[in-house]
Every structure is written in C-alpha cells, then in structure tokens.
C-alpha cells in the first residue's frame, strides 16, 4: 500500500507558478492496477516520480510498507561510460540482487548483442529504452511505476514487453500513465483522473477514462474547482 498524504509540487515556467500537485491525499492499495490519467502537464508524470522517490514533493508525505521501482524505463540514472552490462550489474548491487542472472536476464530481454557490452554513450534512444525496460522487468518489486513504455521499440519489442509487463502485474501492484486507453482499459483496475494539480480517485477505471475523455473535450467534472478551471 502506497499513501500520499497532502502533497503539494509547484513549478515556475517564466517566472509563473504552475501547481502540479495540489494537496494530494491518496492510497494505492496492494495487488491493484492504478491508472493515472489527464492532459500533458497535469502532473501525472510529476507524481510517479515523487512516488519513486525521485523527486521531492515541495510539502506532505509518501509512505509505503514494500517496495517501488523507479519509473519503469527510465534511463536517466545510466552512467554514460560504463556498458550496459556493467550499469546493470552495479544497479544489481546496489539493491541487493544476483547480478549474474540479472545481467542474464536483460542481456536475453533487451537483445542489444554485442551492443550490451560497448559505453552507453553509444547507445541509440532504442536501444537505451530496451536496456532501461530489461532492467527495470528484472528486478521484483511490489509496485511498479510505470510511464508510457508501450511505445517503446518494433512491434515484435513492445508485444513481448507487454507480455512481461502483464505478467509482473500480475504478481505485484502498479501505477501506470499512458495516453492509450484500450491499453489502460485492459490493464488497470482502478483509475485517478489528474486535472490542473487536483486528482480524483475512481473504483471503476471505465468511469476514469469516461471522466478524463470527456475534460479533454472541455467538460470539466465539479469536482475541479473554479480557480482550477483555466489553463
């Protein structure tokens, strides 16, 4: 169970304040799928990684009683002279893994070939997506964080990465942002729709996406206050 408890993030653009996260109070519950949902810049993104533990929130508090990865993909964190078998195996050790199957595994997953072992400086954007998903799909969690991967690689990637990540699902909790809706349909089981700062928590993720389809088309629910209403 992951719990946010009034959590507030502001960004200044230009000088302009632009709240992302206004008082959130929130519990992701253990076992369920959460989608998050809202337009670009509603502070979905924002959110998972403060939850990650990645960014820090300006006030209020994340507390969780298991384990969360990083947002899954995220490629952020690679040190650009070391290979990729040689990020792998330090991010092995540093939360306490088999390295070997670890390097095992994504080195199957990812199918960088001898690309696995040359600086990851030299990585393409592809390839250092297939590297960061490989890595993040190895290491158990009890919630995943999860922000946009289904569009990453070819087809014949993104059906296997969809397979795995169902399956890790499966086994753990997840929070999950993406723009598709059939994908966020099928896979989650409970939705949070994220407008101007303020979210909104839905047991029913149709009725999540019904809410986020008709504000993107200008319909705001009541929920969302006046002042909230612009932008």
């Known amino acids: 169970m992951i719990k946010v408890k009034d959590l507030w993030k502001t960004y200044y653009v230009k000088g302009t ?16 799928s959460v989608g998050l949902f809202g337009r670009n810049g509603a502070g979905k993104s924002t959110l ?3 939850v990650a533990g990645v960014e820090d929130p300006d006030s209020g508090s994340i507390t969780s009683d298991g384990t969360i990865s990083w947002p899954v993909g995220f490629a952020g964190s690679f040190h650009p002279e070391l290979t990729g078998a040689q990020n792998i195996r ?10 070997d199957e670890l390097i095992a595994f994504v080195d199957d997953f990812a199918e960088l070939n001898e690309h696995f072992h040359a600086p990851f400086r030299t990585y393409s954007s592809g390839m250092r997506s297939r590297l960061a998903f490989g890595l993040s799909m190895g290491i158990k969690f009890d919630t995943y964080l999860i922000d946009e991967v289904n569009s990453v690689g070819d087809a014949a990637f993104r059906a296997r990465s969809l397979a795995l990540m ?47 389809e008709a504000a993107m088309a200008g319909k705001l629910p009541d929920w969302v206050p006046q002042e909230a209403r612009r932008g």
């Open 48 to 50: 998972l990684r403060m």
């Open 90 to 99: 330090f991010v092995g050790r540093v939360y306490g893994v088999d390295t």
């Open 17 to 32: 304040p632009k709240v992302v996260a206004h008082g959130l109070n929130l519990t992701f519950p253990t076992g369920k």
């Open 166 to 212: 169902k399956e890790r699902i499966g086994e753990s909790s997840a929070i999950i942002v993406s723009h598709s809706m059939p994908f966020m349909r099928e896979i989650c089981d409970l939705g949070v729709v994220m407008i101007n700062g303020y979210a909104h928590w839905f047991e029913d993720v149709k009725e999540a996406i019904a809410t986020h």
